[in-house]
């Protein structure tokens, strides 16, 4: 099993900027994709931003130029710079990690007010 634990999610004025980590423990072995996705209220999950265990970064169009996604392989985390934050990001933020099957966290509430 792999267990992932979210944190760096708050309020944030429009135009902010949060951080996300998420740490995973656990049977790290053949660990390939790591992201993130967030679900907002009454609607369904999206991927946000994934990353490989090469390096190689995939966004939603939404977010392109304003988050970054990152990881550390040496410390099992991948985090998630946000800037220039607009109330629809608002969302449960949830980090997850792939390997045979796809491991999901807790989830960490981000809210971005007008």
């Known amino acids: 099993q792999v267990q992932l634990v979210e944190s760096g999610g708050g309020l944030v004025q429009t135009g902010g900027s949060l951080r996300l980590s998420c740490a995973a423990s656990?049977?790290?072995?053949?660990?390939?994709?790591m992201g993130w996705s967030r679900q907002a209220p009454g609607k369904q999950r999206e991927l946000v931003a994934s990353?490989?265990?090469?390096?190689?970064?995939n966004y939603v169009d939404s977010v392109k130029g304003r988050f970054t996604i990152s990881r550390d392989n040496a410390k099992n985390s991948v985090y998630l710079q946000m800037t220039s934050l607009k109330p629809e990001d608002t969302a449960v933020y949830y980090c997850?990690?792939?390997?045979?099957?796809?491991?999901w966290g807790q989830g960490t509430q981000v809210t971005v007010s007008s």
């Open positions: 997850y990690a792939d390997n045979l099957f796809r491991w």
């Open positions: 990353v490989t265990s090469g390096g190689s970064t």
């Open positions: 656990g049977i790290m072995s053949n660990i390939n994709a």
